[in-house]
């Protein structure tokens, strides 16, 4: 009886240490999409336009990502407590030591943090955290399979040159503008 009393103290106790109790970004997406204070958007990669201007490599590189989640609040005067929640609730995330900082920018009113998980050669997911102090706060995953960073980097030029249109996501932002809120 002592040692069936003694196994399940142990099993209970490794039950007890096995539970993570953080909450992941995923849990967090899936808790808060339909929640009527936030904007959730799952983008997928056909959404871009102008594919073909694309080289070979840039076009590999966009096939490495799947999709784009996007969940948001936009600041109203209404619901200023509850950004300041959330913000807390992401940073708690975002300590996680699977997140790993690749890049913190910011001043003034605005501020982005830039995460990934995985490894520097094979990304799994790109996280992008920002908060404005006139818009809101938002947060992107990027998910995808053995994403190269140094190619996202690429992909991300070919953007900013107008290599790759991105008329599909014109939406989003305007839901961020000022008529909307």
Known sequence: MKIFKNISLFCAVVLMMSCNSNQSLQEYYVDNQGDKEFVAVDVP?????NVEKLTEDQKKTLETVKKIN???IPKKEENQAKIATEKTKISNILKDEKYQLLIKYGGGDSKMEVYYTGSEEAVDEIIVYGEDKIKGMGIARVLGDNMNPSDIL?????????????EGLKGIS????KDQL
Do not use: N
Request: charged fraction near 20%; hydrophobic fraction near 50%; charge should be positive.
């Open 45 to 49: 990669t056909s959404l871009f336009a």
């Open 70 to 72: 996007i969940l948001a």
């Open 174 to 177: 305007k839901m961020f503008s």
């Open 154 to 166: 690429q992909l991300v030029r070919s953007m900013q040159k107008g290599d790759l249109d991105l």
